[in-house]
């Protein structure tokens, strides 16, 4: 195996060493039925226990003793021969081994260490991705727990506002349509919490899955996520870092594999030979040594047809590298733009919306009658949608940010545990 295979197969395998969980721990916290989670354990522990990063371990050990079988020496054959007549008899012991393609060898080996090596990028690169999805999930659960909490609040008020409307529709000065308008603002309020419950649920049993969490564990996202800026320097850097990406190291890997494999099913002169020696018994007690030698004549199948396929699929895989760091910096600009875009208006929102509560002045106001209650009720619609707004603005940032990284294997944003 190169040095340079060997390099990427420790970096890939090293991820599943990150700090985080060890195997008894795992299994103790999960016993418990009760999991503290940060946001920046999630790419540990799904590289530890995710069925999709398992899947790919057992893909490349399966690659690997595939090369195991390729490589290994035939077997050799012993042979026993008896002649007997009137007159005479012979006997021999001979030991034969087969090689084939005996002077490509090396080019075969070679081929795959760039198989294991391509095998590892890929990995590599497919454990990123299933990284940013998973911490993008994190990232909406987390962010549907911060909304709820602010619908709550707004919940609250609704039950004060209805409170004090009470009081002053016994004192005649309430009617019976503004106390209903208040009831279906608590029931719309209601209903939002309830589809934002259901959501929640839902994504959470498939990311739980997808981190090879037990459904009955109990999870708690610890990690809290705001609005953080990313520089636009980084932005612009990592849209130049499509060709050192996994995705296309492996491609090229690949590539180099099919070449080295080509060659070595040129079998040139002598595609193979066998040897054999050993011990012979002649009449009349003689005894001897036996030896010899069998080539093959290259007369029909000089390994062509074989080379010129596998010259085909290194072209193919060629094409589609190129056809996918198209794909790659394509998305990787529409990431970026998004990204850039979302900045001052999350900004503005993280001021506006997040930064200060008006629960309290509202309630104040309407209490003192310095606002009415369709002003009320109007305030505490706009609040509900601009935190709709902002939570799935956010939530949807970061998952573009967590998929830019994997894209380029750079980090931009850093949460603390």
């Known amino acids: 195996m190169s040095h340079l295979t060997k390099v990427f197969i420790v970096v890939a395998w090293s991820l599943a060493l990150l700090p985080g969980p060890s195997t008894g721990q ?5 016993a418990a039925g009760d999991l503290d989670l940060g946001l920046a354990e999630v790419e540990a522990w799904a590289s530890r226990l995710s069925p999709r990063a398992r899947a790919l371990g057992h893909r490349l050990d399966s690659l690997e003793a595939s090369r195991r079988e390729d490589l290994t020496w035939s077997n050799p054959a012993v042979a026993y021969d008896h002649e007997e007549s009137d007159v005479a008899r012979e006997w021999q012991f001979t030991l034969h081994k087969r090689f084939t393609r005996p002077f490509a060898r090396g080019a075969s080996r070679l081929a795959w260490d760039d198989r294991l090596e391509a095998e590892v990028l890929k990995n590599t690169h497919e454990l990123g991705l299933l990284a940013a999805d998973l911490k993008a999930g994190y990232v909406r659960l987390r962010l549907m727990d911060d909304q709820l909490d602010r619908l709550r609040d707004l919940a609250d008020l609704v039950d004060l506002a209805a409170e004090t409307a009470r009081l002053r529709r016994a004192e005649g000065e309430l009617s019976g349509l503004e106390e209903q ?10 209903a939002g919490e309830l589809r934002i419950r259901s959501e929640q649920r839902r994504l959470r049993a498939d990311w739980q899955v997808g981190m090879g969490i037990p459904p009955s564990t109990t999870v708690r996202l610890t990690t809290p996520v705001d609005f953080r800026a990313v520089d636009p ?7 130049a870092a499509g060709e050192t990406s996994a995705g296309n190291l492996s491609a090229l890997a690949m590539a180099s594999a099919l070449d080295r494999q080509a060659e070595a099913v040129r079998p ?6 066998d040897i054999y020696g050993g011990y012979k018994s002649f009449a009349g007690d003689s005894s001897g040594i036996v030896a010899g030698v069998a080539l093959d004549l290259p007369l029909f199948d000089r390994g062509n047809g074989a080379a010129e396929r596998l010259q085909a699929e290194r072209r193919l895989v060629d094409s589609d590298r190129q ?8 998305e990787t600009g529409a990431l970026a733009a998004s990204v850039m875009e979302a900045q001052p208006l999350l900004d503005e929102f993280r001021e506006a919306v997040v930064g200060v509560s008006l629960t309290g002045a509202l309630l104040l106001s309407y209490r003192e009658g310095a606002i009415t209650l369709d002003e009320l009720l109007g305030a505490i619609q706009i609040e509900s949608s601009a935190l709709s707004d902002y939570f799935e603005g ?12 994997a894209l380029t294997g750079a980090g931009i944003v850093h949460f603390a545990p």
């Open 26 to 30: 795992v299994q103790g916290t999960l």
């Open 181 to 190: 308008l208040i009831r279906l603002a608590a029931s719309s309020l209601r």
């Open 233 to 239: 320097g980084s932005i612009a850097a990592l849209q």
């Open 268 to 273: 040139g002169l002598i595609p193979g030979f």
């Open 323 to 330: 056809a996918d760091l198209a794909r790659r910096r394509a």
């Open 394 to 405: 956010l939530a949807d940032y970061y998952r573009d940010i967590f998929r830019l990284e």
